[in-house]
């Protein structure tokens, strides 16, 4: 298994940290940038139409939680099955900014706020 460390290029366009995820810590996820795969998730669509690194550089929606592509009820389940916060990641690294972020992600090791 891979150490944790601090990367701007591992934060997901939700807000999630990918470093920090066993299944890219295993090797089997390349993490949200990379993951050709996840195709189907709209919020990674919709950041790179936008050229986007995550949902907190949007200038179109201020607040996630606005957002029908970020606020959907399969993310709302996810959310509470894991007791993930994704919008609390974005309301974060808007405030301290994505290195910070990264680091502080990493040396918790979380891939989410937690609710």
């Known amino acids: 298994m891979k150490d944790i460390i601090a990367d701007t290029k591992l934060i997901a366009y939700c807000g999630l940290y990918c470093g920090a995820c066993g299944s890219?810590?295993?090797?089997?996820?390349?993490?949200?940038?990379?993951?050709?795969?996840?195709?189907?998730?709209?919020?990674?669509q919709c950041c790179i139409e936008n050229k986007l690194p995550t949902c907190a550089a949007c200038t179109i929606?201020?607040?996630?939680?606005?957002?029908?592509?970020?606020?959907?009820?399969?993310?709302?389940?996810?959310g509470f099955l894991f007791r993930s916060d994704r919008r609390a990641c974005l309301l974060r690294i808007k405030e301290i900014g994505p290195e910070p972020f990264a680091k502080e992600m990493a040396e918790k090791r979380l891939q989410s706020i937690r609710r």
């Open 61 to 78: 929606v201020q607040d996630p939680q606005d957002c029908p592509k970020f606020n959907n009820f399969m993310s709302r389940i996810f």
């Open 24 to 44: 890219h810590l295993r090797g089997r996820c390349p993490g949200c940038a990379d993951n050709q795969k996840a195709s189907w998730c709209k919020i990674r």
